[in-house]
């Protein structure tokens, strides 16, 4: 997702609804069966006005709706408003797509930002995911975290209770806990910027206990490229219940085991930790409101610590504690001291690397958390 200025466009349309799904399909991209068919799609940007969304081999598309709090003119923007975006989300429900749309985070204001969002989008909401796009491009407010709980807030206000995904690069790290445990994540992440179709498995999934992740900037469909491709952790019906918490989603006719029943916190036995997985929510999430570390410690129905979904119940054998000779690592490419240091049971701040920032550290440094 990059924003780049261009010349204006003589005219502007604002976003209007579309009305309900349509059911007509067309063919998608088979991936091979698993336990929980993850779903493949696209996002789209400014620099996508055009594409044909109706026979593009996706099972979702994502589309960029607004900028900033409409200060932004170039190739179909237009006062901040992707003028192409009706006709984009309309063919994604006429084909059967599943669908949703993303605000381009500009700095401003948090609570206009999110109100310029909601105003120009808001018969959308409910009927697709709605998300935040975090980046550092254009962005003053970037490592700002509490303009993110600001915008999310409000978008949560606006809308009675429907809470964005948090689309930004691989910093999750940094990410602080309440938001982690509160908004699901959508991370940018790339192996490399070869073209290629859509992955299975794409490299590093799931590292960041996101509920989406962004694999590519070069990909490749049939219609289009190059194009961002993702992968959603989930199914249809997954997908509904983050677009609508209140009952969007209907599972499917093999759901996860019966779970107790689910109060408002998680549910604790002398057993451990008993809990059933929620829209947004986090197994890292989890971790942090109990104190309950390591990750490894931590079991799905899965059996990968980093494959969860809605409805599955996940148990915590009981509480440990961080090993008091400390552990170290050399750090390869790709990898995060966060993942490293929560894995066995450290919080980041009691990691070293080479340079004295915690933040700042390169392929072959030494990783030491004690």
């Not at 990968?304 to 170290?328: H, K, M």
Request: with cysteine.
């Amino acid at each position: 997702m990059v924003n780049n200025k261009d010349k204006p466009k003589p005219w502007y349309k604002r976003l209007l609804a579309k009305g309900t799904a349509l059911a007509a399909a067309v063919c998608m991209m088979l991936l091979p069966a698993t336990a929980h068919a993850d779903m493949q799609g696209v996002d789209m940007s400014n620099w996508q006005c055009g594409a044909d969304v109706y026979n593009m081999q996706a099972d979702f598309v994502v589309v960029g709706t607004t900028w900033g709090t409409g200060q932004v003119n170039n190739n179909c923007l237009v006062s901040g408003v992707n003028t192409d975006a009706n006709r984009m989300i309309y063919q994604a429900q006429a084909s059967g797509k599943k669908f949703g749309l993303y605000h381009y985070a500009m700095g401003g204001n948090p609570e206009a930002e999110a109100q310029f969002f909601y105003r120009n989008t808001s018969n959308y909401w409910r009927h697709g995911i709605v998300a935040l796009d975090w980046e550092m491009d254009d962005n003053p407010a970037w490592g700002n975290w509490d303009w993110v709980r600001r915008f999310m807030a409000e978008c949560e206000r606006l809308s009675g209770g429907v809470k964005p995904l948090l689309y930004t690069g691989p910093v999750a790290g940094t990410i602080p806990g309440d938001i982690r445990a509160n908004y699901g994540l959508w991370i940018a992440q790339y192996a490399n910027m070869a073209p290629t179709g859509y992955q299975a498995n794409p490299w590093m999934l799931g590292a960041y206990g996101e509920a989406m992740r962004q694999y590519s900037g070069t990909g490749v469909v049939n219609t289009w490229s190059p194009i961002d491709l993702n992968i959603f952790r989930g199914e249809g019906w997954q997908w509904d219940l983050y677009a609508n918490p209140t009952g969007g989603g209907t599972p499917p006719s093999t759901p996860a085991p019966p779970a107790p029943a689910q109060t408002s916190k998680p549910q604790t036995n002398t057993g451990g930790i008993t809990h059933t997985m929620r829209w947004g929510e986090t197994i890292w999430g989890l971790a942090v409101a109990y104190n309950a570390w390591p990750l490894s410690a931590w079991h799905t129905p899965s059996g990968d610590i980093n494959r969860y979904y809605a409805g599955d119940v996940v148990t915590y054998g009981g509480t440990t504690t961080a090993p008091s000779n400390g552990v170290s690592k050399t750090l390869q490419y790709g990898d995060t001291v966060w993942e490293f240091a929560t894995s066995h049971g450290y919080s980041v701040n009691r990691c070293t690397v080479p340079s004295g920032n915690i933040n700042v550290y390169y392929p072959g440094d030494v990783v030491t958390c004690r």
